[in-house]
């Protein structure tokens, strides 16, 4: 048996115990790694957050309660305005494979740009559109992910005042 002092004794063991937090911590990270693979669908808007602002092209949609109001005023119907914005949190894309993703990477303008304002959170969650007859395409800047929908989605998404 190895003969240590009281005081070897206490180093072994704080040596230990962060070689274990270490450990741990890494087990840990590379356990609930959330890398999304190409294919995967992923929902468009992050659902365990609330949305306070959804800030398009023209206009924005502001919660009030639990009902939804537009900025500037208009004339759309308020049935109108909850079922856009079900179509955004129901809005399920399928992550773009590298080679898909080559043919948008150059291009800097987007269809339309969507700011998200979630409760708890200093800065907007931007979407960049790109719409095309084959598919909408989306760029999410905070994820750097390129999100492909069906094309008939944007007509659901974005509202023609």
Known sequence: ???LSRRGWNNVLIFASLI????F?????KLLENTEKAGAPLALLPKEQVLLTLDLPN?????????WRLRPENTVELVKLNQLMTAWYQAQALVMTEQEQSVY???TNPDWVAVAWFAGEAKGYVL???VSEQRLVVFDQQR???LKLPANLNEQL????
Do not use: P
């Not at 206009?59 to 009902?67: A, D, L, P, T």
């Not at 974005?158 to 005042?161: E, N, Q, S």
């Open 128 to 130: 960049q559109g790109y």
């Open 59 to 67: 206009y924005s949609i502001e919660r009030v309660g639990k009902e």
């Open 20 to 23: 274990m937090i270490l450990l």
């Open 105 to 107: 990477q150059g291009n």
């Open 144 to 146: 750097e992910l390129w």
């Open 25 to 29: 911590n890494g087990v840990h990270n």
């Open 158 to 161: 974005i509202l023609t005042l």
């Open 1 to 3: 048996m190895i003969r």
